[in-house]
């Protein structure tokens, strides 16, 4: 924990906010919670996990959960702490974390970290859709934005969207935000209010 809080987190200065050390904070206290409940469960390779899974954003947006799987494999500082299968299974469950992905993760700790990774918060998904949208399309107008933001979140958070179908373990707080979710994204007005007190 003392490597990873003073040399790991400093990485993430280097994310967009969307990314950065405030939402790996939270993923690794859900990932801490869902441990908490399973069985044989190494709690240091979930917080492990947890701490590196989006590491590599800033390298890579859009294949950081194969550029972040590999820092973490390549940090010998790791080698101190795990042995080479622990290191193997970690970078897999990095690699596999994202809930986009067409397959499952392929071993547990991959889903705890999938299950974590996710906002059950409607205002931080808003701000969150709504910076990196502003930040990576800077020529769209405030409409445009919105409708971007909208489209994107009603895939992933909607009715079918792919984040509603990979739920590993339950989580009444992210059911409660789904609904929610799936209420704003179906509805022009009632989405662009929301954006308007958020942004």
């Known amino acids: 924990m003392n490597y990873i809080e003073n ?18 904070k939270y993923v690794i206290k859900r990932s801490m919670n869902i ?10 390779m979930v917080y492990t996990v947890a701490a590196y899974h989006d590491i590599g954003h800033h390298i890579d947006a859009k294949n950081h959960e194969k550029v972040s799987a590999e820092i ?22 990095v690699e596999d974390h994202r809930a986009s992905n067409e397959f499952d993760p392929r071993n547990i700790y991959g889903k ?4 974590a ?30 409708e971007e933001c909208m489209e994107f979140l009603n895939k992933k958070f909607g009715r079918n969207g792919y984040a509603v179908k990979k739920i590993y373990f339950e989580d009444k707080d992210y059911i409660d935000y789904l609904e929610k979710m799936d209420d704003i994204t179906t509805n022009k007005e ?10």
């Open 112 to 115: 705890i970290v999938s299950t």
């Open 35 to 44: 441990a908490e409940n399973l069985e044989n469960i190494n709690k240091e």
């Open 190 to 199: 009632k989405f662009f209010n929301e954006m308007d007190k958020v942004k």
């Open 117 to 146: 990774d996710r906002n059950v918060s409607v205002d931080a998904t808003l701000k969150r859709a709504y910076s990196y949208t502003k930040n990576h399309h800077p020529e769209f107008s405030e409409k445009e934005v919105y």
């Open 7 to 24: 040399v790991i987190f400093k990485e993430y200065e280097k994310n967009e906010e969307g990314h950065g050390i405030n939402h790996i």
């Open 72 to 93: 973490l494999v390549n940090d010998n500082k790791l080698k101190q702490f795990f042995t080479d299968e622990e290191i193997k299974i970690m970078h897999d469950a």
